[in-house]
């Protein structure tokens, strides 16, 4: 079984009287493994599709399966629970708290994932990341002591210390220079080439899903093309 299968997924929402389909009937697996770019102007029906992938929120229809368990029969707080053991996110800006170390930011999810940890392991958790995407000289500063690209290190490392099987990137270079962009789709690469771990990229920009080994642009609520590096789908 796929890591990720979509049948037929659609959702609708109600804005007044009217209806309006934003997803028209998506039907996708993805393997585990894979790092992928979910592409498409602004409309397409991308950022609702992350959504659901990420268990944020739910499809008016279809089936949504994740590692083997139906997302899309789950309440609240099963997608809550599916997302804390499986899943991690990076946005684009970032999302650290201020005043806060480095370190306390990355540590903040195991507070509600991991209540088995003493404090000297979460402790010791947050620093193995940190390192990991180069920071280790930067584990007690505080945000806004960190430039743009250390601080979205800083939320990839938040993102990686529950091990999840799956990391969605939304925009995640958005605010950074091209510089940075390459450094942080670099920690992407290694993230997935060594640790095997499931990405997928959100971005409108045609040269950050390029990084990617498998595109899937929208159109429209549709998949419009899905083409891999080795082939076309």
Not at 176 to 186: A, F, N, V, Y
Request: charge should be negative.
């Amino acid at each position: 079984m796929s890591l990720i299968s979509l049948k037929n997924i659609t959702k609708t929402y109600k804005v007044g009287n009217i209806l309006l389909p934003v997803l028209k009937g998506i039907t996708l697996d993805v393997e585990k493994g894979e790092m992928l770019a979910l592409t498409g102007a602004s409309g397409s029906g991308k950022s609702t599709l992350m959504n659901i992938l990420g268990c944020l929120d739910r499809p008016s229809g279809g089936e949504y399966w994740i590692d083997g368990i139906e997302a899309s029969k789950l309440d609240n707080d099963g997608r809550a629970d599916l997302r804390n053991k499986k899943i991690g996110f990076v946005f684009q800006n970032f999302n650290l708290l201020p005043r806060t170390s480095a370190l306390e930011n990355v540590i903040m999810p195991l507070g509600y994932t991991a209540a088995h940890m003493s404090e000297k392991e979460m402790l010791e958790a947050g620093r193995t990341v940190l390192e990991r995407v180069g920071l280790k000289d930067r584990m007690e500063h505080e945000p806004s002591q960190l430039s743009g690209g250390q601080q979205q290190r800083v939320a990839i490392a938040r993102a990686l210390v529950n091990h999840p099987q799956i990391l969605f990137a939304d925009e995640p270079t958005g605010n950074l220079d091209t510089k940075m962009s390459e450094e942080i789709l670099d920690i992407f690469d290694q993230i997935n080439e060594n640790e095997g771990v499931t990405i997928v990229l959100v971005t409108h920009e045609p040269d950050i899903a390029a990084r990617a080994k498998r595109v899937i642009k929208m159109r429209d609520g549709n998949i419009e093309t899905d083409v891999s590096k080795d082939s076309t789908i």
